[in-house]
């Protein structure tokens, strides 16, 4: 798939979307807000990828709105409003999709980029990741997502702290509050990514995203409609291929071949 602003690869049950802006600090333009969401929508709904990647080029992984595009006063609100559609179906389509996405920060993620970098079920972060919110520091609020992932991955007070203090976060702080799942060397980023990648592509690829629905759900679900949510889903996946192959292998010395149906 062939487009200007990101590349988007699907290979061995893996899509890749890498932010390909290196020269503006991968920074959203009119072109990127477009080509992301479709991106993001034709590897979710593509039955051979069982698992997304979402890295970038360069050094910074992304810095939010290409601020060089816009006026700064109120001829801006059409593009900001265009932007922002665009950013958000992305994020709307990888937090949804029936399959586990991971993130890989190689480098800054500021405003806009926070969202992006952190809306992964398996987040990775180099050793030369940042987070920023960023967003005081141009009279905005925050977008992108950030606003409703940050206070589900590190709470309200922390998510409070994050925004209104606007101090960057480094990697092994990011890991302490639960921002990322792991911190991996610089050099060691590509290769862990494909390792987490093709793990997750190679399993049971239904009971993922039923679990993903389900943790989803529960930040909003009362415990009883909760509990019966998880009786129907875990009661639907008994009709599944991958659950027939794990539980042949169950007990033995076998390792269940799942296909992802």
Do not use: W
Not at 110 to 123: F, K, R, T
Not at 144 to 159: D, E, I, K, M, Q
Not at 202 to 208: E, F, I, L, P
């Amino acid at each position: 798939m062939a487009y200007e602003t990101i590349g988007c690869t699907r290979e061995d049950g893996v899509g890749r979307i890498v932010f390909d802006r290196p020269e503006a600090h991968n920074a959203i333009n009119g072109a990127m807000s477009e080509e992301l969401p479709d991106a993001a929508q034709r590897l979710a709904s593509d039955d051979d990828v069982r698992c997304i990647v979402v890295t970038a080029y360069g050094s910074t992984f992304n810095t939010g709105a290409d601020l060089t595009t816009l006026s700064g006063d109120g001829s801006d609100e059409p593009r900001i409003r265009s932007l922002a559609n665009g950013l958000h179906e992305f994020i709307s389509q990888l937090v949804r999709a029936p399959k586990p996405a991971v993130t890989g920060v190689n480098g800054v993620a500021a405003g806009g980029g926070l969202g992006p970098s952190i809306c992964g079920d398996i987040v990775l972060a180099a050793e030369s990741a940042r987070f920023e919110f960023a967003y005081p520091r141009i009279g905005f609020c925050g977008d992108g997502g950030s606003t409703y992932l940050l206070p589900r991955l590190v709470g309200l007070r922390r998510a409070q702290e994050l925004a209104f203090r606007d101090e960057p976060i480094g990697p092994a702080e990011a890991e302490e509050i639960g921002l990322v799942t792991e911190v991996v060397g610089d050099d060691e980023l590509d290769g862990r990514l494909a390792e987490e990648a093709a793990r997750l592509a190679s399993g049971a690829t239904k009971g993922y995203a039923a679990t993903k629905r389900l943790l989803r759900r529960s930040l909003h679900t009362p415990l009883d409609a909760q509990l019966a949510e998880e009786a129907a889903e875990i009661a639907r996946l008994t009709g599944t291929n991958d659950f027939e192959s794990g539980h042949a292998a169950f007990g033995t010395d076998e390792t269940p071949e799942f296909v992802g149906e």
